[in-house]
């Protein structure tokens, strides 16, 4: 009895054994170009529409409270970043999120270059040439040089607030002045990416001409949530 009692035991030894060699082996995976840092997760998950090679977009859909890091390193003058988001379900309409010039970058200020996003909702990145009207008043003509002239700025500063995706309309004083040169620019399409990379939790984005931008996301951690 006592042998058959040790066989037993070896027996369902060696099965527990085997048993432990099969289990399935469990990886934890932290999720892609990411770190944590005062109760954020802090992503570069982003990635470019491989049907349209201008648009940059985030590769898990934003949601309510994420903010958006948005950097632009440098941008030419006649360039605008544009950040929209879509304005209908088949996404035919798009709303204008923020927008950033050559004179409004932000620099050191990494406050300014944040986005609070207040819905869940598709949003995507672009990079909009415009016709350059730097130092041009509303003027037209010789009477630009009248120094009484109306002075519009040297870049483009409202938009309509609701267009077609990956479409731009300036509106006011400036854009009024500049009609014609606008209607072609309007119509053309956005500047194309030509280098993409990751540099840890930042995604850098380099558009066709130079201009870099770099792109962050940042969610906050469950803990953080329930400090709130």
């Known amino acids: 009895m006592k042998h058959a009692l040790i066989s037993s035991g070896l027996v369902l030894a060696s099965l527990a054994a085997s048993a432990q060699t099969t289990l399935p082996a469990v990886n934890v995976v932290a999720p892609p170009f990411s770190s944590q840092h005062g109760g954020y997760l802090i992503s570069g998950d982003f990635k470019l529409d491989p049907r349209m090679p201008s648009v940059v977009f985030p590769a898990q859909a934003l949601v309510k409270d994420d903010i958006l890091s948005i950097e632009p390193v440098h941008l030419q003058d006649n360039e605008y970043l544009i950040l929209q988001e879509c304005a209908s379900a088949d996404c035919h309409e798009a709303s204008l999120v923020r927008f950033w010039s050559a004179d409004d970058i932000g620099g050191d200020n990494t406050r300014h270059n944040r986005v609070w996003?207040?819905?869940?909702?598709?949003?995507?990145?672009?990079?909009?040439?415009?016709?350059?009207?730097?130092?041009?008043?509303?003027?037209?003509?010789?009477?630009?040089?009248?120094?009484?002239?109306?002075?519009?700025?040297?870049?483009?500063?409202?938009?309509?607030?609701?267009?077609?995706?990956?479409?731009?309309?300036?509106?006011?004083?400036?854009?009024?002045?500049?009609?014609?040169?606008?209607?072609?620019?309007?119509?053309?399409?956005?500047?194309?990416?030509?280098?993409?990379?990751?540099?840890?939790?930042?995604?850098?984005?380099?558009?066709?001409?130079?201009?870099?931008?770099?792109?962050?996301?940042?969610?906050?951690?469950?803990?953080?949530?329930?400090?709130?």
């Open 117 to 228: 996003i207040t819905h869940e909702n598709k949003y995507f990145l672009w990079l909009k040439r415009l016709p350059d009207v730097s130092g041009q008043s509303c003027g037209q003509g010789w009477f630009k040089f009248d120094p009484n002239t109306t002075k519009c700025g040297g870049h483009f500063t409202s938009f309509q607030q609701i267009s077609p995706p990956l479409m731009l309309i300036p509106s006011g004083d400036l854009a009024a002045y500049h009609q014609d040169a606008l209607q072609k620019a309007i119509q053309a399409d956005p500047v194309l990416v030509a280098k993409q990379t990751h540099e840890g939790s930042t995604y850098v984005v380099t558009y066709g001409g130079g201009s870099t931008v770099r792109v962050r996301r940042m969610h906050a951690t469950k803990d953080n949530r329930q400090a709130d």
